[in-house]
């Protein structure tokens, strides 16, 4: 009588355990760094928020100021003493800062930029307009820029 074996070959060889293995760990290694790069930009939206945050209030406090300046004297030194528009031309704060020249604290990373430009808008000259941009940067490796006009009215 002939006996037969069904499984006589049981379990992997050494090859076919390797090879698997190998495409495992490929397999994984994609996923974790899809996982890493996921969690090292997870406090983007945050910081944006923040950006966008800094720069409208710096840009509503300077639409706040008039036009001209109202004392006659210009170029005033210091964010306290800023009683018109263009005073504000040039001004870089490390650190956001509230209206009283003082840091606000957890914004110490973001790096602050405005400029004011006599701008002609829809036919108002460059003397009665101007444009303000307010730049807010942050080390991650981003600019968010906020542009108004201001004419003189």
Sequence with gaps: MIFVRLYENQGFTL???????????VALGGVLMAINYTVGHSADPMLQHQAVAIAES??????LKPFADPDGVDAEIGRVQFDDI???NNLVDIGARDQADKLIGGLENYTV????VGTP?????????????????????????????????
Excluded: C, K, W
């Excluded at 076919?16 to 495992?24: A, G, M, N, P, R």
């Excluded at 710096?58 to 639409?63: C, R, S």
């Excluded at 000259?125 to 004419?151: D, K």
């Design 15 to 25: 090859i076919e355990l390797v090879i698997s293995i190998v495409v495992v760990s």
């Design 58 to 63: 710096y840009m509503e406090e300077i639409l």
């Design 86 to 88: 263009d005073d504000y």
């Design 113 to 116: 930029n405005v400029t004011v």
């Design 121 to 153: 808008l829809n036919g108002i000259g460059a003397a009665n307009s101007l444009q303000i941009t307010v730049t807010v940067s942050h080390p991650v490796g981003f600019n968010m820029r906020l542009s108004g006009f201001r004419t003189n009215y």
